[in-house]
Structure formats: structure tokens, C-alpha cells
């Protein structure tokens, strides 16, 4: 399916303006510039309850002027306006569905099963992509046949749309994506054949799972950086994500331990305590700026167990120090500090690691 124009698609809300409202991509032609056709694209999006954005999703999806566009809406049984606005929008879906499921990661599978591009991804109801984002996703892979994971750089805005910060991504390194979060789920288009390579998403887990699918996916294929802004992603008082990160942390451990559990690599291994000293300082970080000093002194603790001979161990304890005599010594040095304790800084070692994806089947 061609993606529809401006015109085509219901009025935009009298009180939105901008993209994905009052403005489109541009139609693009219907081969590339080699003269091959462009490949299907199969996006996928997980619904339940999310009225208020849902409609600026989808506009977003559908107004990328891409000629091979398929779109798939996967709801959960929505008891608020949600269905109202997909029906409004059936016309240009490929095919949608409301009935209950087991939750956020079981939708994106089901979607995932329908789906039949080349490339595939999902974009969550309510975040959205930024103009051109489809083309230039496709165009990279295209012109990286060794690439089969592309992501790029996201903003993270708000109810109103509005920008907080941009979230920019780097070069994959396997050791930083151990330590933190670098690879913006919503910028993230693959190829289908990852799904017969590393399986689908873990549906046991609710918060981590686009975290638990990258670390599996990083021992079998190659990742690649493209250094635009490709999506906005949403942290809202009713998001997962903007609620209490702990549940997140948690399947986040729990993904990291199975990733070093499976994985027999030297190279690899050695790593296992430093990257889990460094999950539990920045997680303590966290706690310890948001207040739950409790909680705080438990991950500084663990982390300098695990690790006590690094500059981490140092700044921990002097968080610690705060937390006991409840001063904010810390606070006022730690932009000072921090320079110093960037994963980045470590070793990489990915390019040591070769990709098994040839001889290996699909992980599930």
C-alpha cells in the first residue's frame, strides 16, 4: 500500500497544527534511485488506552510518503476512545484487531506474525515517527546489506509533544549497551529474517523487553547508528516508562544475567561483574537523585561488592556519606566527576566477537 496524502486522510483536530497534523512527506517515487522497487515495510502497533495520542501515531505512520508501506494496529480491547480513532483511519491500515491479550510484548508478536515486509518495527501508541524516517531507515539498509538493526537518535517529549531532550544515539558497542541504554526503541527498524534468527519478543517481560531482544540479537547480528533524528518517543505520568523505574530495572538485571548465562565467549564473560557493578551504580544514581535513599544505598552497595578498586567505588561511597549524614556534598561535584565515569570509556570489544547468524537457529 502507498502511504495516503494529507488530503486523503480525516481533518486534523482543530486545535493540532504541524506534523503529523498539518504537514506530510513527500510522496516519494515508486523505485529507488538504483531502480528497484522500494521493500515492504511492515510496521506494527501495539493499542490499549492511549486516545489522547494514538491518532498523532498513526498520522505519523501514514503520512511518510513511502509506496510499500504495511501497517498493522494489534489492540488489547480499549475501553476509551481508541477504536474510535483507528476506524476513523481503516481505510489506510493493512489490518487491526481489539481483542484482549497478555499484555504489550504478546501484542507486538501478534503483529508481528501478520506482518510480511522485508523490514520490520513497532511503534508504540504514543510515540511517533519524525518526517522521513521510514525512507531513511530503508535507504541505510539498502545501502548497508551488512547492517541488519538500524537505529538512530530520538527525541523524548511530552503530552503536548514538546520536546525535554534529545536522546542521541552512538556507534553500537556491546560492552556501553551492557551499562545503559543507547539503542532508542522507537528509531529501531530490522530485517525480517531477525525474527527467525533471534526469535520474538520474551513475553514474560513487560517493561525490558526491547533491552532483553537487543542483547539477544547482539551476539548474531550486525547493529548500525544512523545519526538522525528518526522518532519522538513519550514519557507521560501514565506511561511505564514514566512511572516508578524500578519494575524496568528489575527485568532489565534479570535480561543482562540470562544474556551472560547463554553466552559461553570469554570476551564476553569477563565483563560480568563490571557491567552489573555499573547497572547497580546508575541505578543507585537515580534513586539517590529522586530522593529513595534506602533503596539507593542498597545498589551503591551491591555495586561496590561487586567492583571496589574503580573511581565508581569512590563516588559511591561518597553518595553513601550523603545518604548517612543527609548532606548534598555529592550533588554539587558529581557533574565533575562524571566525565570520568562514562561506559564509553571501557574497552570495546565487539569487533572481536563474530556474528553467528549464518549457523545458528532462532533463540526463544
Known sequence: ?????????????????????????????????????????????????????????????????????????????????????????????????????????????????????????????????????????????????????????????????????????????????????????????MRRKLLDLVGYLDEELNYAMDVDYWLRAAMKVKFSYLPVELAAFRITEGSKTGKDLIPFDRERLRSIDRFFCSHADPKVIQWRKRVFAWNHYRIGSRLYVQNDRDLARQQFLKAIKLEPLSLRTITSLMMLFDIHAHTKFFSRIAAFIDIGLKPSKQRSFLSDISYSSKSEGAEH
Not at 521493500?39 to 501495539?46: D, G, N
Not at 501508541?125 to 541488519?148: H, K, T
Open 1 to 189: 500500500m502507498r502511504c495516503p496524502t494529507l488530503s486523503e486522510l480525516p481533518s486534523p483536530l482543530p486545535d493540532k497544527s504541524g506534523w503529523p497534523w498539518t504537514e506530510e512527506t513527500p510522496q516519494l517515487p515508486e523505485t529507488m534511485v538504483d531502480g528497484f522497487a522500494w521493500p515492504r515495510v511492515s510496521i506494527v502497533t501495539p493499542s490499549y488506552n492511549q486516545g489522547k495520542f494514538i491518532g498523532e501515531t498513526i498520522r505519523s505512520v501514514l503520512l511518510q510518503g513511502y509506496p510499500n508501506l504495511e501497517y498493522i494496529i494489534i489492540d488489547g480491547g480499549s475501553t476509551d476512545e481508541s477504536l474510535d480513532i483507528i476506524k476513523q483511519y481503516e481505510p489506510w491500515l493493512t489490518c487491526w484487531v481489539s481483542e484482549p491479550d497478555r499484555g504489550q510484548s504478546h501484542a507486538i508478536n501478534k503483529g508481528f506474525r501478520r506482518a510480511s515486509g522485508d523490514i520490520i518495527a513497532y511503534l508504540n501508541s504514543d510515540d511517533l515517527y519524525l518526517p522521513e524516517a521510514i525512507r531513511q531507515a530503508v535507504q541505510f539498509l539498502s545501502q548497508n546489506e551488512e547492517g541488519d538493526i538500524v537505529y538512530g537518535d530520538c527525541r523524548v517529549v511530552d503530552k503536548e509533544s514538546q520536546t525535554i531532550f534529545l536522546g542521541r544515539g552512538r556507534d553500537f558497542d556491546l560492552f556501553v549497551a551492557l551499562c545503559r541504554n543507547f539503542v532508542y526503541q522507537p528509531t529501531v527498524f
